[in-house]
């Protein structure tokens, strides 16, 4: 009982893919309820935490974001380091971001082993007027690689709090 009352759940999850697809917003839209359009390369913050209620029991989600060197190809190991989730964006309105997914998603899997939560996400889902790539191309990726599929939208929220909540539970019912 006594174990039962101190246990904590704290989950590291990462964001990756391409410079301007969108991680750092989705990040702000999901911890501050925050949009920024006129975004530069993530200065200065780590991860932010966010506490996430699930069956009663207080999980912690522990959320980490590039400061930009995605853009050299340079995310390090330290940043993969005890992930036990992921979410690999893509734009929709960028087709080359969509090309890169597959290269993120290998990356993570030198980085960290089978057991991490996986999401392919495609944000900017707004922009349907210049959308480059179509759900179904999206779905196929994921059925392929074996991960969950969600199209979100950081400006307008849509599906932005469900895409994070997903991997959570996920990762919860892994290891609880
Ligand atoms: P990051 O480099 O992957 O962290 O991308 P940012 O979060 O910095 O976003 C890059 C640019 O895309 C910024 O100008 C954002 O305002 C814009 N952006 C991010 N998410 C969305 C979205 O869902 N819809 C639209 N239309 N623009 C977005
Ligand atoms: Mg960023």
């Known amino acids: 009982m006594e174990a039962e009352e101190g246990e904590e759940y704290l989950f590291k999850i990462v964001l990756i893919g391409d410079s301007a697809v969108g991680k750092s917003n989705l990040l702000s839209r999901y911890a501050r309820n925050e949009f920024n359009a006129n975004s530069k390369a993530t200065i200065g913050v780590e991860f932010q935490t966010q506490s996430v209620d699930i069956n009663g029991k207080e999980v912690k989600a522990q959320i980490w974001d590039t400061a930009g060197q995605e853009r050299f190809r340079a995310v390090t190991s330290a940043y993969y ?25 290998e990356e993570l899997t030198t980085h960290c082993d089978t057991t991490v939560v996986r999401m392919l996400v495609g944000n900017k889902c707004d922009l349907e007027n210049i959308r480059e790539v179509s759900v179904d191309e999206g779905k196929q990726l994921a059925e392929e690689e074996g991960l969950c599929f969600m199209e979100t939208s950081a400006l307008d929220a849509t599906n932005v709090k469900t895409a994070f909540e997903i991997v959570i539970k996920e990762i919860y019912n892994n290891v609880s």
């Not at 989730?85 to 290269?103: H, N």
């Open 81 to 105: 380091r005890g992930a036990l989730g992921a979410l690999v964006v893509y734009d929709i309105s960028r087709r080359s971001t969509f090309d890169s997914a597959r290269r993120w998603l």
